[in-house]
């Protein structure tokens, strides 16, 4: 699958900001989708990741409470909403994919094979 993200952006401290990343190529509702993110400096972590079939959620701990993803299959598009942003949240972000298997790994960065190119979130204190 190819994965094409877009959303980000300057924002100030406390506000909100969506990020889409739209899919092509394969079965999207086959599909895992995470995002994750890279501050400078730092290694690429996960944030937020949500399953191919129930649709279930898991989030870091820095996202719970505050972002949520979601997906809608008849776009293949996959959301994070992103609300009360911090400084810290400032990275860049990047979507992520793996087909249906039965090892799953949705908060590893080695486990997914298909990346999009990132999106650019900086948060201003």
């Known amino acids: 699958v190819q994965l094409q993200a877009s959303g980000g952006g300057l924002v100030q401290a406390g506000g909100s900001l969506g990020l889409s990343c739209a899919a092509s190529g394969r079965t999207f509702s086959e599909y895992a989708m995470g995002w994750f993110r890279q501050a400078p400096g730092k290694e690429r972590e996960f944030v937020a990741a949500i399953s191919w079939s129930s649709g279930s959620t898991y989030y870091a701990d820095s996202a719970k409470g505050r972002f949520t993803i979601s997906r809608d299959n008849a776009r293949t598009t996959v959301f994070l909403q992103m609300n009360s942003l911090k400084p810290e949240d400032t990275a860049v972000y990047y979507c992520?994919?793996?087909?249906?298997?039965?090892?799953?790994?949705?908060?590893?960065?080695?486990?997914?094979?298909?990346w999009g190119q990132g999106t650019l979130v900086t948060v201003s204190s």
């Open positions: 992520a994919g793996h087909g249906r298997s039965a090892i799953v790994a949705l908060t590893s960065t080695e486990w997914y094979d298909s």
